[in-house]
T-cell receptor
């Protein structure tokens, strides 16, 4: 069982609000990721990090930002939520090495009204 | 960049064998992975192929041919609980640090 946690699990918020989605892992993994996934659709990589103080944008253009100040913590922030941000956000972490296995958190389902 | 192609849907009956294909294009190759995701759940790791050939894990096997940029996931003795989405993934991004997923194949197993 992977030790990766996301909070909140569900969030309903109004347009224009600032929100932070939390993600923590206790496995000591250097790599962490954020994906956006609509129901029944593909996973879109929006941000990733391969260590403390390193962050990269993924393939999907996103209005969110991330930070990686501690190995175990990789929060994602939306400065001004919009209805188009309504989706599921999945956090994952992975070990170093070519044979990387990613472990996913349970996800945060976000609804922006 | 990277791109992956896999069928969008596959249907089968309990006890059958099903193969889910994946073709990929990537500038640098670091292996092909497979993940399973049940409806409403998070993806979980199934299998990884770094070299050509077959990897077997119980009822699931995965195959890779690097020369053909092709792989497949083989599911045997299908059970209802195997109904899920299956994603192939390759490494990409800066220095191959991120996993890039295909669009997923929805497998429906009926009795």
């Amino acid at each position: 069982e992977a030790d990766i946690y996301q909070t909140p699990r569900y969030l309903v918020i109004g347009t224009g609000k600032k929100i932070t989605l939390e993600c923590s892992q206790t496995m000591g993994h250097d790599k962490m990721y954020w994906y956006q996934q609509d129901p029944g659709m593909e996973l879109h990589l929006i941000h990733y990090s391969y260590g403390v103080n390193s962050t990269e944008k993924g393939d999907l253009s996103s209005e969110s930002t991330v930070s990686r100040i501690r190995t175990e913590h990789f929060p994602l922030t939306l400065e001004s939520a919009r209805p188009s941000h309504t989706s599921q956000y999945l956090c994952a972490s992975g070990n170093r090495g070519q044979r990387e296995t990613q472990y996913f958190g349970p996800g945060t389902r976000l609804l922006v009204l | 960049g990277q791109s992956l192609e896999q069928p969008s849907e596959v249907t089968a009956v309990e006890g059958a064998i099903v193969q889910i294909n994946c073709t990929y294009q990537t500038s640098g190759f670091y292996g092909l992975s497979w993940y399973q995701q049940h409806d409403g759940g998070a993806p979980t790791f199934l299998s990884y192929n770094g070299l050509d050939g077959l990897e077997e894990t119980g009822r699931f096997s995965s195959f890779l041919s690097r020369s053909d940029s092709y792989g497949y996931l083989l599911l045997q003795e299908l059970q209802m609980k195997d109904s899920a989405s299956y994603f192939c993934a390759v490494r990409g991004g800066q220095a191959g640090t991120a996993l890039i997923f295909g669009k997923g194949t929805t497998l429906s197993v009926s009795s």
